[in-house]
């Protein structure tokens, strides 16, 4: 609940304040692929090199790098908003491969993807509320990012604490060095985890190639005014909620290839959509796929992964998920801005659907996605 508050107030408007506040192409792709970066690093926490419980791994990293956001009270100029923001994903980068660990440990294989579904409902309510009052009190004036940004950094920390109050039955806490180059090679040895990474990669490839356009569009096309940039995270939180309604039973029921299927082809209508028409009707409906696609996408490396892998490999499991993610991440973002300046927007959407539609189509079966139970 307390991290809705804090993504809800804060996530729909990082990029459209950005670009309001006079952020350049490539400052917007940054931001865009600020969290992609990030996750480059997750290598560096795949083992317990503190000592320390999982949970510590979770709280402190996710409490020191939201509340780097109250500095968002003095930031003016876009270098150092998009600097900020920039430091804040590479802080809060750290907990996902513990973060991946403790759902490992916590949840049994056959009912992880409901509860963490239910989890995320919670969320998403509240996450509805804020991004509709964050909407509100940005539209009387964009300035007013000073104040609400750094009030969900602090709903952001409280999130984090909270999280510490989490326990792990019979856990072993002991210093360990460094990943050695062995245990983050091990996970390429899974033929399966292999073909999932790969068809996996196609996709999201596409995705993030045109994830800088959507904001540069809203504004400088479709001119969107904050208020109904609130009114679009709520319209992306609503159809984020039911996703998790829909995706968790899903995965728990479904085979892998279903669901990727699945979702691939539903994910295509983003660019489709963009491509046809610049419509904030239709964009709105936009929002409503891109909500429903997020719930899956953030459960789907979770619970694959934490099948897939034992207690001891999820956490290198995910940080090699998390690391090419951020090579992915570092680059499609800036490719769709360079697209769409030589060859035009509806290039770089096409592209994407191209993408898409590719990883559809390897998709065949056990063989071509690999873990299929």
Do not use: C
């Amino acid at each position: 609940m307390l991290f809705g508050v804090f993504g809800g107030a804060l996530f729909p408007f990082i990029a459209i304040i950005g670009r309001k506040i006079g952020a350049t192409e490539f400052q917007i792709a940054l931001l865009m692929a600020a969290p992609f970066i990030a996750n480059a690093f997750a290598l560096l926490w795949t083992e317990n090199i503190l000592g320390v419980s999982r949970v510590w791994y979770v709280v402190w990293p996710n409490a020191i790098g939201r509340a780097v956001l109250v500095a968002m009270f003095f930031i003016a100029t876009p270098f150092y908003y998009t600097l900020l923001v920039f430091i804040y994903m590479l802080i809060t980068a750290i907990p996902f491969p513990s973060y991946a660990s403790v759902m490992k440990t916590n949840y049994p294989d056959k009912e992880r993807g409901r509860l963490m579904g239910y989890i995320r409902i919670g969320t998403a309510f509240f996450w509805i509320i804020a991004s509709t009052i964050a909407g509100w009190i940005l539209e009387k004036g964009t300035e007013n990012y000073h104040y609400v940004f750094p009030a969900a950094a602090l709903f952001g920390v409280l999130s984090a604490l909270e999280f510490g109050n989490i326990r792990i039955r019979r856990e072993k806490k002991h210093r360990e060095n460094l990943a050695a180059f062995s245990h983050i090679t091990a996970p390429f040895k899974n033929e399966s985890f292999n073909r999932f990474l790969f068809v996996y990669s196609i996709f999201e490839f596409g995705l993030l190639l045109i994830l800088p356009l959507f904001p540069l569009i809203q504004v400088d096309n479709a001119h969107i005014p904050n208020f109904v940039a609130g009114i679009f995270g709520t319209i992306f939180s609503i159809t984020w909620l039911a996703g998790f309604f829909f995706w968790g039973r899903f995965i728990d029921k479904h085979p892998l290839s279903s669901l990727l299927k699945l979702l691939f082809l539903i994910t295509s209508g983003l660019p489709l959509i963009y491509l046809l028409t610049y419509n904030l009707w239709w964009l709105g409906i936009a929002q409503v796929i891109a909500g429903f696609v997020a719930a899956a996408i953030e459960l789907v490396g979770y619970v694959v992964i934490t099948r897939m892998a034992s207690t001891k490999e999820t956490p290198r499991y995910m940080a090699v998920h998390t690391v090419l993610g951020g090579i992915r991440g570092a680059t499609a973002p800036f490719l769709g801005p360079v697209i769409m300046n030589n060859l035009g927007a509806d290039a770089a959407f096409v592209v994407s659907i191209a993408f898409m539609i590719f990883a559809l189509v390897l998709i065949k079966g056990k063989r071509a996605v690999g873990y299929d139970t």
